[in-house]
């Protein structure tokens, strides 16, 4: 029985703070293997700068080949749209009966957590890890949500997807953000820039 560490996103793109927080998280939290679980596009959502789930897919897939217990998942891609995370919750359960799930959120996604599907059968039946975001406290959540344990000495990171993607827009340098694997792919293939025809613009 493994215990797996399931790290929800767009990936959009992966970048260095999002695998330094999973090797922290996979340090000094007990987890086996931390699963990046890539949330597909919403065919009933605009979205524009999302871009077509099986590059974002691969381009985790290059951030992480060199280790092991860092994975990407595309289970939610099969799932109905809107994607509520105790679904996949249960249909990895489904698919992996030995395995132990874990939910990994940002404090962000803590302060907001009763307005998720479900919310409190994901409290009883699964652990949660809190990782601090910049102006998200979680101080005044922990008595609310005792459940959940927060990593307080997880690190900041001082860049997000966004403003990679900006960068690569405005024809700026962002390889120091990004694996060196997935840098190339995405200026191979011109993502993020006016001449992807993978924007959804």
Known sequence: MKTIGLFFGSFNPIHLGHTDLA???FQFSGVDEIWFVVSPRNPLKEQHELIDEQLRLKMISLATADKDYLQVSDVEFDLPKPSYTINTLRVLNEKYPADDFI?????????????????????????????????????????????????????????????????????????????????QFIIENELYTNNSSELLC
């Open 23 to 25: 090797e922290y998280i």
């Open 103 to 183: 939910l990994l959120i940002g404090s962000d996604n803590m302060q907001i957590f009763d307005q998720w599907k479900d919310y409190q059968i994901i409290l009883d039946d699964y652990s949660v890890i809190v990782y601090p975001r910049k102006g998200y406290p979680y101080e005044d959540f922990e008595e609310k949500y005792p459940e959940m344990q927060v990593l307080e000495e997880a690190p900041f990171f001082e860049i997000s997807s966004t403003e990679i993607r900006q960068l690569i827009a405005e024809k700026k340098d962002a390889s120091q953000w990004l694996h060196p694997e997935v840098y």
